[in-house]
């Protein structure tokens, strides 16, 4: 099982950017997917989380109103929609699906055994 996340870049305050998280070596019809990101010293912070029926999504309070996740099971595809992007999103994004299908979103990183190698993220001037 692989997860491939792209997407990422630099771009200047209140720019927007997608990114993108491809699944492979199963199907991920029935898996919840989530966006995680982490920067230099710090724990990895949960950002968003879908579940395998796309109705329930939960955002970190930090990203509330500006990220958008969905996904799209025929292309086996989580997306990462960023608006009005801030200094304090810089970080590398991760996506990332548990091992058991069905299950509800969770928080915590240890709850998901795939991850994908993360793309960064630089929001500067």
């Known amino acids: 099982v692989q997860l491939q996340a792209s997407g990422g870049g630099l771009v200047r305050p209140g720019a927007s950017l997608t990114l993108s998280c491809t699944g492979s070596?199963?199907?991920?019809?029935?898996?919840?997917w989530a966006w995680f990101r982490q920067t230099p010293g710090k724990e990895r912070e949960f950002v968003a989380a879908?579940?395998?029926?796309?109705?329930?999504?939960t955002y970190a309070d930090s990203v509330k109103g500006r990220f958008t996740i969905s996904r799209d099971s025929d292309k086996n595809t989580l997306y990462l929609q960023m608006n009005a992007l801030n200094s304090e999103d810089t970080a590398v994004y991760y996506c990332?699906?548990?091992?058991?299908?069905?299950?509800?979103?969770?928080?915590?990183?240890?709850?998901?055994?795939?991850w994908g190698q993360g793309t960064l993220v630089t929001v500067s001037s």
């Open positions: 070596g199963r199907t991920f019809d029935f898996a919840t």
């Open positions: 879908i579940n395998w029926t796309g109705r329930d999504i």
């Open positions: 990332a699906s548990p091992e058991e299908y069905g299950g509800d979103v969770s928080f915590r990183p240890d709850d998901y055994e795939y």
